[in-house]
């Protein structure tokens, strides 16, 4: 809270015109006497606060009354609380919008007589749908009333309390026994200074002679020795016949800033009184975006220790992001709107680590030379982030299990079946052939070969499921070291693909300076072999594919070419999804798994995989790797 010029009303109308809740207060002939910015904006009202005094609340009512699902039950209800005059919290209500609002009704009774009601609206949609959030903010709005972060005082005419809230008076005893006295009885009763009341008579009588608010600054030594010094201002309310109605008090602690203006320059003190009652951080920057002022909530939320960044320019401030504050103070300035609206930004605190900050900015001017200031406030919202993204995450997995369970049952209908089909027919002409006393061995080879390339292809299949299920429950262990891609990349190619039936050698090109290279040798031994195999596989009867490794600064490149039969253009989007495989592979044996799998390898690494094909003409697929891509390599 930033305090500039000492005629600006800090009673009650600055509280309310502040709070993030539709307040309304009319009198006992329910004429509007006050609605603060809030209200307006929660119903859409498209009229300022103060042309809305004098309005007639009962007319209101019934023109408002078709906002709500049961316009006739709210009227009803209307009618009941105004008879009752007595407090209700927290009333749900329903609007034909969807929307759900909480109301609070107020009376307010002096001296046994009724002088009016306050009628207080929260939107309470967002909060209706989570059980957390409900039971935050019913707990929220049970205590705002009596746990506003400032003392609150109601006085009548003559000076007695006819409110006091908790945070004016903690002890509820004494609470309750000040209602109907003044301060001279309470301090006689508290054993205190009589001064405390003499001055406290002295603003009373000026704000009441003055027809104005006005204020004091109380002094006042604590038991630690330690001055104390809190801000006492009342603001006078006035009737339609302009007859005194009731006098606000607000008081709030102000030690902290005036201590601290001890460490600010002198023009700065008129802006830079910042409460550190707030549960948010905050700065304040001057015009050549040079912090004047931090609180405790901003140097914790973001690494520093206690005025650490003052005098600092925002761009000096070691927080990755940070100056696109001063580009959003700027781009408002060009617009003349010096105000811009609240926003999410990602920032990287002192250490590095990662927050989601809500961020709004508010423009002052110093009373002597006009200049401006801004204040910033910072609230944490990187948990909201972080279960956003945890959700979001299980969702992806959920749907890829829906996808895998749909993708499996028609590989046990269809994939399965054809190799079992394979294998039944074989073994039985087999037992035919053997039957024969003319045995023809060659038929027999023939068909026991099928038979073993069948359960090698169904082995395959259910490795690839397994693999994936075990990728799937994180059970898959990640062990990258750095070592020689190049010579890796040989040996799977010795292993596997030395000795093919066409005699086809893959021929092996590597260009740039050669560099350790961090990978898991399992999961690169799966990645090259699916990719490798696939371009001989579907390249049968044309020239070797080609694999060239590429070593550049930050990177390596791994891209194996073949003259295959290519994939469609319609395809490609789904080349690494589970069970997918092109639409012209008629033919050639696959599961749909292979690249689903590298996918997940390539991801495990950071890396990257991309597809370029024409059909009938080939394919090109690629890896990048990064030399550090990951912290445990």
Request: charged share 25%.
């Amino acid at each position: 809270m930033v305090f500039i010029q000492k005629d600006i009303v800090l009673g009650l109308r600055f509280i309310l015109n502040e709070v993030p809740y539709a307040v309304l207060l009319e009198d006992n002939q329910r004429k509007l006497q006050f609605v603060n910015p809030s209200f307006c904006k929660l119903f859409s009202i498209p009229l300022l606060p103060e042309q809305m005094v004098g309005f007639d609340c009962a007319v209101a009512a019934e023109s408002s009354a078709q906002l709500f699902k049961d316009s006739q039950a709210f009227l009803e209800r209307v009618t009941e609380i105004l008879e009752k005059k007595e407090p209700v919290r927290q009333e749900l209500l329903e609007l034909v919008d969807g929307r759900f609002f909480l109301r609070d009704y107020l009376p307010i009774i002096n001296n046994n007589l009724f002088e009016g009601q306050v009628w207080i609206y929260y939107d309470y949609t967002e909060a209706y749908s989570s059980e957390i959030g409900k039971n935050k903010l019913k707990k929220f709005y049970e205590n705002i009333l009596l746990n506003i972060p400032a003392d609150i005082v109601v006085f009548d005419k003559e000076h007695r309390y006819l409110f006091v809230n908790k945070k004016a008076i903690q002890n509820q005893e004494i609470r309750e026994w000040i209602i109907g006295k003044d301060d001279f009885e309470y301090v006689k009763y508290r054993g205190k200074d009589i001064s405390i009341a003499q001055k406290r008579r002295a603003l009373f009588n000026h704000v009441i002679n003055n027809r104005a608010s006005s204020e004091i600054i109380e002094e006042t030594i604590t038991p630690l020795g330690t001055t104390q010094y809190n801000l006492r201002r009342i603001h006078p309310f006035y009737t339609d016949d302009n007859e005194l109605d009731l006098i606000v008090g607000y008081g709030i602690d102000i030690t902290s800033i005036k201590n601290a203006e001890e460490l600010i320059n002198r023009r700065e003190k008129n802006l830079a009184q910042i409460t550190e009652i707030l549960n948010i951080a905050v700065i304040v920057i001057d015009k050549s975006f040079n912090v004047t002022y931090a609180n405790s909530s901003f140097d914790t939320t973001f690494g520093y220790i206690d005025g650490e960044i003052i005098g600092k320019k925002i761009d000096e401030i070691k927080i990755a992001n940070f100056s696109s504050i001063r580009d959003e103070i700027l781009f408002s300035q060009k617009k003349d709107d010096y105000q811009f609206k609240t926003k999410e930004f990602q920032f990287k605190d002192k250490y590095g680590s990662k927050k989601y900050l809500s961020v709004y900015c508010i423009p002052s001017y110093t009373i002597d030379t006009n200049e401006i200031f801004y204040a910033i406030f910072f609230s944490d919202v990187t948990d909201q982030h972080l279960a956003f993204d945890e959700l979001q995450k299980i969702v992806e997995k959920e749907k890829r299990l829906n996808e895998l369970k749909s993708g499996f049952v028609n590989i046990v209908s269809h994939e399965m079946r054809t190799p079992l089909s394979v294998i039944q027919s074989s073994a039985q002409i087999i037992e035919m052939l053997s039957e024969n006393d003319n045995l023809d061995k060659e038929a027999i080879n023939f068909h026991t070969t099928r038979i073993v390339s069948e359960v090698v292809g169904m082995e395959t299949l259910m490795d690839e499921l397994l693999l994936i299920s075990k990728i799937e429950s994180g059970k898959v262990d990640f062990k990258p070291f750095p070592q020689d891609l190049e010579n890796f990349v040989r040996v799977v190619i010795h292993e596997k693909y030395a000795q093919l039936a066409d005699d086809r050698q893959i021929k092996v090109i590597v260009k740039g300076e050669k560099q350790q290279v961090a990978f898991d040798r399992m999961m690169m031994n799966h990645i090259l072999s699916n990719i490798i195999g696939n371009a001989f596989k579907y390249s049968e009867g044309k020239q070797a594919p080609i694999i060239q490794l590429h070593y550049r600064n930050n990177a390596v490149s791994v891209m194996v070419v073949d003259s295959g039969i290519g994939i469609p253009e319609k395809d490609l989007q789904n080349l690494f999804k589970a069970f997918s495989r092109a639409s012209n592979v008629d033919g050639v044996k696959g599961t749909g798994l292979g690249l689903h799998v590298v996918k997940f390898f390539v991801d495990f690494h950071n890396a990257k995989i991309s597809c370029r094909s024409q059909v009938n003409k080939g394919t090109s697929i690629l890896l990048e790797f990064n030399y550090k891509s990951f912290s445990n390599a």
